[in-house]
């Protein structure tokens, strides 16, 4: 790289010479971006391209009474305009976004553009194809609707109640879905409580921004009835069936390709109707059509997420022990659920995982999912985290000011002791090889956590108000097939796969199912195969992203890829290992296992005395393959596939601290520094790991302290632009320190578990109780995100 | 509808003349990535918010956004290919990818335009001084202690090295 030595260089005592397995090595894909060399899919132009641009409803509810397309046919450089009842008769069918394990789950179908009705503002209504974007543009402006608009429900709160417009007729109300968990005795445990905490706890509905909009290519070959893609995604085999499904081609002749992504965080894992129907268009035209999503369009049809009001409430005795838990979700989905994912996940996990640190036996939760006139909501990064952490940490906290203990203290007394594992938790969900009390105790370290409560005290003497805010957690990733993706019904995998290949000159082609958004997965999964085949990381060349190229996979979704996905190149490394020792065994005359596969290099196991380069088994086995006898057939290429086996996910744990000053003349919130100790397993690359948990935290501070999509009453988003929708800048965030306790996972050989959505999970948590540590002596709190300065402001009496 | 409105504009981009004929309405991006296919400066917002699209033009940085590709007429552009190209930030470019201060990549180039100028100041900046002129360039990714790093780790770097005893080459 640089030609510095560093320390990210050096191998740790317990690596054999050839692991790469720990160590922090720089990614190929930056070297190619910060030379403004990426290949982004918008990057990407093809020979007599055509774009296409969306005329989108401008209510939140509205029949179409009419559309006259005649004058944007007529216009400059138009090849066709196509209304949302042209668009559907080409479908096969409409969408429905349901998983057969929710049975009580509903859905109204749903086609790539709005046909007799529009449900927000922002749905796709009319598709303009031209020469140039700004030709299809100028064209939509010619297409007149006559729309009748319709009265809305935006509230969720009364979206079932008397009166209320409901969405989907057929539906009978706006229910979405309805699940309630009720463990032990909650109503006795309440009964008999020292103590009970109870608050409501408003979470804004907010969207991924990811820097790149949403973008597709499409280029139909009618000559081979094949249709190409080339889109910014996380999951090209879901969009290959969703698009093959949808148009009526059979998924193998649909190729998708993502090129480097910019930026995702779960927003580019589900069906977008504009996508679908621009691969439609080609389809019509035979020509290559190209959207791009402009930012309004992005705020205005990407999924949104975390709409949720909590009424919650928890017992504890007077010692602070935890005795039960007791809340009540609300969740805003949108206009349809989102297919094939569902728009009910955030809800339920919210159930899963709330309080989930803790050791309490009494627990009921209920989620109630109903639809409303806005943007579907599904699934985005840390699905649920950020809201059931918050209400369970924030509850905690309330009851340790109460009970006059310690923050830090009254979580070591609650939390699962590092010994407990495997176990339930309260809600259900199985908990193995975990940590809290080693993550307390480095953190407690890190943060120097006495020393900043001291100094907490004599700064409130002086009139300055510092607050200090803990947020333990629990954190689903890497999910199984038993959970939703499988038993669900979707065609979505939670199965991936690694095809590994020797070539003749030694080199290796690794092909997996996960995909790369810039978090650096293609590198984990070279430095994984390179430390279990035993040959240097430039013998590897990955292959991602490319259904034509790489074996069925289900992509890169909810901190999967590691987990996963590595352990599938890390099998399939281990299968072709072994055959080359086979193989190595045959031409040396010797038992496979006296040989070593090192640094590229057959060795003798015992010795390290080196017999044959690994390029020599390639060249024989492909082009001297007579050399062997006729009972060894080398195959040299081996595919190996993981899941998890009975368990819903892999769950990691871990706690966040936020040190934040409160202004509390202007409610300014200054973000003084954060801290994470969590426990991922086994580290890959401890500084992609670190970087993906520091992203991940200002992912989730944005929610906390920002992000808002705001809808009027009638359903009108009035913040669809970057200049009023604020995402988190540099001088807002505070520098973050990151460290690790390593329980690797007994799922799997390599032991990691996901990282990238667990920093998104409990920054918001930690920050919300900074602030109201910040509060106290004002006996003041916040209770809904975003926090923002009039929020303050007004939890101090002040407006 | 009339036919689009168009004007010649001559400028130099990336130490190279050019002259082409551009919609009036395009603004200074587009020209750059589909007339002249310099991919690398993205589009985030066309708001003028995000600074993805940053460029320099007459040696400041701009949004790309927010100028019109006639308004590049007689002026010297300078673009994350031309800059990677003149090895003015090779090592603020390898210590981003040193210290992974992007992921994605996609603010990348608008990020090492800004650094650039910060860097071109000569001085030394506090972290927050960093973080305060960076915090026009959006960044999704990487939660910004990295870039903030990177560009402190060069900053440092080419301090030390023009108090080294033999001069420094260049001016950068």
């Given at each position: 790289m640089t030609g510095t030595v560093t320390p990210k260089a050096r191998l740790t005592p317990h690596d054999r010479p050839h692991s790469y397995v720990g160590r922090s090595l720089s990614r190929a894909g930056a070297k190619r971006a910060v030379a403004g060399k990426g290949r982004y899919t918008d990057d990407i132009t093809l020979p007599r391209m055509l774009h296409a641009a969306f005329v989108r409803s401008p209510w939140a509810h509205a029949r179409i009474k009419g559309i006259d397309i005649a004058a944007a046919r007529k216009a400059p450089g138009v090849r066709v305009v196509m209304?949302?009842?042209?668009?559907?008769?080409?479908?096969?069918?409409?969408?429905?976004?349901t998983l057969t394990c929710f049975p009580t789950m509903k859905s109204a179908p749903q086609f790539p553009?709005?046909?007799?009705?529009?449900?927000?503002?922002?749905?796709?209504?009319?598709?303009?194809?031209?020469?140039?974007?700004?030709?299809?543009?100028?064209?939509?402006?010619?297409?007149?609707?006559?729309?009748?608009?319709l009265p809305v429900t935006v509230d969720k709160t009364t979206a079932l109640g008397p009166g209320a417009v409901v969405l989907h007729p057929e539906l009978g109300d706006n229910l979405a879905f309805e699940k309630t968990i009720d463990i032990g005795n909650v109503d006795q445990a309440f009964e008999s409580a020292d103590l009970i905490v109870e608050e409501t706890y408003d979470f804004a509905r907010h969207t991924a921004v990811s820097l790149e909009p949403r973008v597709l290519l499409a280029d139909w070959d009618a000559a081979s009835e094949r249709l190409q893609i080339w889109t910014s995604s996380q999951t090209p085999h879901m969009i290959q069936h969703v698009i093959a499904n949808t148009l009526g081609i059979p998924d193998h002749n649909v190729r998708v390709v993502a090129p480097d992504v910019g930026g995702s965080f779960g927003l580019k894992i589900h069906t977008y109707g504009d996508e679908i129907a621009t691969a439609l268009a080609a389809k019509v035209l035979?020509?290559?059509?190209?959207?791009?999503?402009?930012?309004?369009?992005?705020?205005?049809?990407?999924?949104?997420?975390?709409?949720?009001?909590?009424?919650?409430?928890?017992?504890?005795?007077?010692?602070?022990?935890?005795?039960a838990v007791d809340f009540?979700?609300?969740?805003?989905?949108?206009?349809?659920?989102?297919?094939?994912?569902?728009?009910?996940?955030?809800?339920?996990?919210?159930?899963?995982?709330?309080a989930g640190p803790y050791k309490h036996k009494h627990y009921r939760a209920k989620a109630t999912v109903v639809y409303l006139n806005k943007v579907p909501s599904s699934q985005y990064r840390a699905v649920g985290h950020p809201i059931g952490i918050t209400v369970g940490e924030s509850l905690l906290?309330?009851?340790?000011?109460?009970?006059?203990?310690?923050?830090?203290?009254?979580?070591?007394?609650?939390?699962?002791?590092?010994?407990?594992?495997?176990?339930?938790?309260?809600?259900?969900?199985?908990?193995?090889?975990?940590?809290?009390?080693?993550?307390?105790?480095?953190?407690?370290?890190?943060?120097?956590?006495?020393?900043?409560?001291?100094?907490?005290?004599a700064l409130r003497k002086q009139g300055v108000y510092r607050g200090i805010g803990l947020a333990a957690f629990i954190k689903g990733t890497a999910p199984g097939p038993n959970g939703y993706y499988g038993v669900g019904g979707a065609p979505i995998s939670a199965q991936d796969a690694c095809t590994i290949k020797l070539e003749p000159n030694g080199g290796i082609i690794c092909a997996v199912?996960?995909?790369?958004?810039?978090?650096?997965?293609?590198?984990?999964?070279?430095?994984?195969?390179?430390?279990?085949?035993?040959?240097?990381?430039?013998?590897?060349?990955?292959?991602?992203?490319?259904?034509?190229?790489?074996?069925?996979?289900?992509?890169?979704?909810?901190?999967?890829?590691?987990?996963?996905?590595?352990?599938?190149?890390?099998?399939?490394?281990?299968?072709?290992?072994?055959e080359v020792l086979e193989l190595a065994g045959v031409l040396l005359q010797a038992k496979p296992e006296t040989l070593d596969l090192i640094s590229g290099k057959i060795v003798d196991a015992a010795t390290g005395m080196e017999r044959l380069p690994l390029r020599e088994i390639g060249r024989i086995a492909h082009f001297q393959v007579g050399q062997f006898p006729n009972t060894v057939h080398p195959q040299l290429s081996h595919t190996r596939r993981f899941r998890l086996l009975d368990d819903l996910y892999i769950f990691t744990n871990g706690i966040q601290?936020?040190?934040?000053?409160?202004?509390?003349?202007?409610?300014?919130?200054?973000?003084?520094?954060?801290?994470?100790?969590?426990?991922?397993?086994r580290v890959i690359n401890p500084q992609l790991a670190d970087e993906q948990v520091r992203g991940g935290c200002v992912q989730g501070l944005g929610g906390a302290l920002y992000e808002h999509c705001v809808y009027d009453e009638n359903g009108q988003l009035i913040n669809g632009t970057m200049a009023d929708y604020l995402t988190p800048m540099s001088t807002e965030m505070p520098d973050i320190v990151v460290e690790h306790v390593v329980t690797p996972t007994s799922a799997s050989e390599l032991g990691a578990k996901g990282v990238g959505e667990s920093g998104t999970g409990a920054a918001p948590a930690a920050l919300m109780n900074a602030v109201n540590d910040a509060l106290l002596p004002f006996e003041a709190r916040v209770t809904a995100q975003p926090i923002t300065p009039e929020s303050i402001l007004i939890a101090l009496g002040r407006v | 509808m009339k036919t689009e409105e168009t004007q010649e504009i001559t400028c130099k981009v990336n130490g190279e003349r050019i002259t082409r004929l551009v919609p009036v309405r395009q603004h200074l991006v587009d020209f750059l990535r589909m007339d002249?296919?310099?991919?690398?400066?993205?589009?985030?917002?066309?708001?003028?918010?995000?600074?993805?699209?940053?460029?320099?033009?007459?040696?400041?940085?701009v949004r790309g956004c927010l100028m019109l590709a006639v308004q590049a007429d007689g002026q010297n552009i300078v673009t994350i290919e031309g800059l990677t190209d003149s090895g003015e930030v090779a090592d603020l470019q390898a210590e981003f990818v040193e210290r992974n201060a992007l992921q994605c990549g996609y603010c990348t180039p608008g990020q090492l335009m800004t650094a650039a100028e910060l860097l071109a100041e000569g001085e030394i900046s506090t972290r927050e001084e960093i973080r305060t002129f960076m915090s026009g360039n959006y960044c999704r990714c990487t939660g910004y202690h990295a870039i903030v790093d990177a560009i402190e780790t060069t900053m440092k770097r080419r301090e030390e090295a023009s108090r080294a005893p033999r001069p420094a080459k260049g001016k950068a």
């Amino acid at each position: 790289m640089t030609g510095t030595v560093t320390p990210k260089a050096r191998l740790t005592p317990h690596d054999r010479p050839h692991s790469y397995v720990g160590r922090s090595l720089s990614r190929a894909g930056a070297k190619r971006a910060v030379a403004g060399k990426g290949r982004y899919t918008d990057d990407i132009t093809l020979p007599r391209m055509l774009h296409a641009a969306f005329v989108r409803s401008p209510w939140a509810h509205a029949r179409i009474k009419g559309i006259d397309i005649a004058a944007a046919r007529k216009a400059p450089g138009v090849r066709v305009v196509m209304t949302g009842a042209e668009v559907a008769k080409l479908c096969t069918g409409p969408w429905v976004g349901t998983l057969t394990c929710f049975p009580t789950m509903k859905s109204a179908p749903q086609f790539p553009l709005a046909v007799e009705r529009a449900c927000w503002h922002g749905e796709p209504v009319v598709m303009v194809i031209a020469d140039t974007r700004a030709l299809a543009e100028d064209a939509a402006e010619l297409v007149e609707i006559i729309y009748e608009e319709l009265p809305v429900t935006v509230d969720k709160t009364t979206a079932l109640g008397p009166g209320a417009v409901v969405l989907h007729p057929e539906l009978g109300d706006n229910l979405a879905f309805e699940k309630t968990i009720d463990i032990g005795n909650v109503d006795q445990a309440f009964e008999s409580a020292d103590l009970i905490v109870e608050e409501t706890y408003d979470f804004a509905r907010h969207t991924a921004v990811s820097l790149e909009p949403r973008v597709l290519l499409a280029d139909w070959d009618a000559a081979s009835e094949r249709l190409q893609i080339w889109t910014s995604s996380q999951t090209p085999h879901m969009i290959q069936h969703v698009i093959a499904n949808t148009l009526g081609i059979p998924d193998h002749n649909v190729r998708v390709v993502a090129p480097d992504v910019g930026g995702s965080f779960g927003l580019k894992i589900h069906t977008y109707g504009d996508e679908i129907a621009t691969a439609l268009a080609a389809k019509v035209l035979g020509r290559p059509v190209k959207f791009v999503a402009d930012r309004l369009e992005s705020f205005g049809s990407d999924i949104h997420a975390r709409e949720n009001l909590i009424k919650a409430r928890m017992a504890f005795t007077k010692a602070g022990d935890i005795t039960a838990v007791d809340f009540d979700v609300v969740a805003g989905a949108g206009a349809y659920s989102q297919y094939p994912r569902t728009s009910v996940f955030e809800a339920n996990q919210i159930l899963n995982i709330t309080a989930g640190p803790y050791k309490h036996k009494h627990y009921r939760a209920k989620a109630t999912v109903v639809y409303l006139n806005k943007v579907p909501s599904s699934q985005y990064r840390a699905v649920g985290h950020p809201i059931g952490i918050t209400v369970g940490e924030s509850l905690l906290d309330l009851a340790a000011t109460k009970l006059g203990i310690d923050p830090l203290e009254i979580r070591r007394r609650n939390a699962f002791p590092d010994a407990a594992f495997p176990t339930k938790t309260a809600s259900g969900v199985k908990l193995a090889d975990m940590s809290f009390t080693r993550c307390f105790d480095v953190l407690e370290k890190s943060i120097g956590y006495r020393a900043l409560r001291a100094d907490q005290a004599a700064l409130r003497k002086q009139g300055v108000y510092r607050g200090i805010g803990l947020a333990a957690f629990i954190k689903g990733t890497a999910p199984g097939p038993n959970g939703y993706y499988g038993v669900g019904g979707a065609p979505i995998s939670a199965q991936d796969a690694c095809t590994i290949k020797l070539e003749p000159n030694g080199g290796i082609i690794c092909a997996v199912g996960v995909t790369d958004q810039g978090q650096g997965v293609n590198d984990v999964m070279q430095q994984i195969a390179a430390s279990a085949l035993g040959v240097e990381m430039a013998a590897i060349r990955i292959i991602s992203g490319d259904t034509d190229a790489t074996p069925y996979g289900g992509g890169t979704y909810a901190s999967r890829a590691t987990a996963i996905g590595g352990e599938a190149v890390h099998q399939a490394a281990r299968a072709l290992r072994a055959e080359v020792l086979e193989l190595a065994g045959v031409l040396l005359q010797a038992k496979p296992e006296t040989l070593d596969l090192i640094s590229g290099k057959i060795v003798d196991a015992a010795t390290g005395m080196e017999r044959l380069p690994l390029r020599e088994i390639g060249r024989i086995a492909h082009f001297q393959v007579g050399q062997f006898p006729n009972t060894v057939h080398p195959q040299l290429s081996h595919t190996r596939r993981f899941r998890l086996l009975d368990d819903l996910y892999i769950f990691t744990n871990g706690i966040q601290a936020a040190h934040v000053e409160v202004d509390m003349e202007t409610g300014f919130i200054k973000h003084l520094k954060h801290w994470v100790v969590e426990d991922c397993g086994r580290v890959i690359n401890p500084q992609l790991a670190d970087e993906q948990v520091r992203g991940g935290c200002v992912q989730g501070l944005g929610g906390a302290l920002y992000e808002h999509c705001v809808y009027d009453e009638n359903g009108q988003l009035i913040n669809g632009t970057m200049a009023d929708y604020l995402t988190p800048m540099s001088t807002e965030m505070p520098d973050i320190v990151v460290e690790h306790v390593v329980t690797p996972t007994s799922a799997s050989e390599l032991g990691a578990k996901g990282v990238g959505e667990s920093g998104t999970g409990a920054a918001p948590a930690a920050l919300m109780n900074a602030v109201n540590d910040a509060l106290l002596p004002f006996e003041a709190r916040v209770t809904a995100q975003p926090i923002t300065p009039e929020s303050i402001l007004i939890a101090l009496g002040r407006v | 509808m009339k036919t689009e409105e168009t004007q010649e504009i001559t400028c130099k981009v990336n130490g190279e003349r050019i002259t082409r004929l551009v919609p009036v309405r395009q603004h200074l991006v587009d020209f750059l990535r589909m007339d002249l296919q310099l991919t690398g400066s993205h589009i985030g917002c066309e708001h003028g918010v995000c600074g993805a699209c940053s460029v320099r033009v007459d040696g400041k940085v701009v949004r790309g956004c927010l100028m019109l590709a006639v308004q590049a007429d007689g002026q010297n552009i300078v673009t994350i290919e031309g800059l990677t190209d003149s090895g003015e930030v090779a090592d603020l470019q390898a210590e981003f990818v040193e210290r992974n201060a992007l992921q994605c990549g996609y603010c990348t180039p608008g990020q090492l335009m800004t650094a650039a100028e910060l860097l071109a100041e000569g001085e030394i900046s506090t972290r927050e001084e960093i973080r305060t002129f960076m915090s026009g360039n959006y960044c999704r990714c990487t939660g910004y202690h990295a870039i903030v790093d990177a560009i402190e780790t060069t900053m440092k770097r080419r301090e030390e090295a023009s108090r080294a005893p033999r001069p420094a080459k260049g001016k950068a």
